[in-house]
T-cell receptor, first 118, second 111 residues
Framework: GAVVSQHPSRVICKSGTSVKIECRSL??????MFWYRQFPKKSLMLMAT?????????EQGVEKDKFLINHASLTLSTLTVTSAHPEDSSFYIC??????????????FGPGTRLTVL | GENVEQHPSTLSVQEGDSAVIKCTYS??????FPWYKQELGKRPQLIID?????GEKKDQRIAVTLNKTAKHFSLHITETQPEDSAVYFC??????????FGTGTRLTIIP
């Protein structure tokens, strides 16, 4: 299957700082990337959908000024958590889809980034 | 929007027995139903999926069944092994829309 990488895998930062997480599709062109947040022992909560070259679509309740998403190329999307606070601590996972697949392709997940805000 | 319910939330089975996890969905237009396995601290891994034009799909010890009329689909794992222990998520989507995930099932295989 296709490979999606995510960097960093783990980050610890002080409250008030901004953190950037990168999501890359390594062997396919991802026309659409998704960003999820997962709390311990909970399901994946979709935060936003990003399409290459256009603005991200945020889910209800997700602050777009807090979680900045950029999908500048077909292989890279970034999520920036701005002015992070302890309540932003979570496991963030991206996924990528090859939109050229008819009927909508499978989503391939990155390995996740564990963010801890002190 | 789509709503996916998953049951049970936890499941313990003896090694060698079968495990069944069930999901229901609300949007009758949904046509793609993947199942993911997630180990602690790891990414969700697709283990099997089914499209709405098929009623059943099998891959070795894993099978998925789909009942479009009742809007439910199930994951069946036979001859369970300790390495099957993980959290399993079902999901549903229509076309190029977003995936909607179930709440997850923590499966424990008892040696």
């Amino acid at each position: 299957g296709a490979v999606v990488s995510q960097h960093p895998s783990r980050v610890i930062c002080k409250s008030g700082t901004s953190v950037k997480i990168e999501c890359r599709s390594l062997d396919f062109q991802a026309t659409t990337m998704f960003w999820y947040r997962q709390f311990p022992k909970k399901s994946l909560m979709l935060m936003a959908t990003s399409n290459e070259g256009s603005k991200a679509t945020y889910e209800q309740g997700v602050e777009k000024d807090k979680f900045l998403i950029n999908h500048a190329s077909l292989t890279l999307s970034t999520l920036t958590v701005t002015s992070a606070h302890p309540e932003d601590s979570s496991f963030y996972i991206c996924s990528a889809r090859d939109g050229r697949t008819p009927g909508g392709g499978e989503q391939f997940f990155g390995p996740g980034t564990r963010l801890t805000v002190l | 929007g789509e709503n996916v319910e998953q049951h049970p939330s936890t499941l313990s089975v003896q090694e060698g027995d079968s495990a069944v996890i069930k999901c229901t969905y609300s949007d009758s237009a949904s046509n793609y139903f993947p199942w993911y396995k997630q180990e602690l601290g790891k990414r969700p891994q697709l283990i099997i999926d089914i499209r709405s034009n098929v009623g059943e799909k099998k891959d070795q010890r894993i099978a998925v069944t789909l009942n479009k009329t009742a809007k439910h689909f199930s994951l069946h794992i036979t001859e369970t092994q300790p390495e099957d222990s993980a959290v399993y998520f079902c999901a549903a989507k229509f076309g190029n829309e977003k995936l909607t995930f179930g709440t997850g099932t923590r499966l424990t295989i008892i040696p």
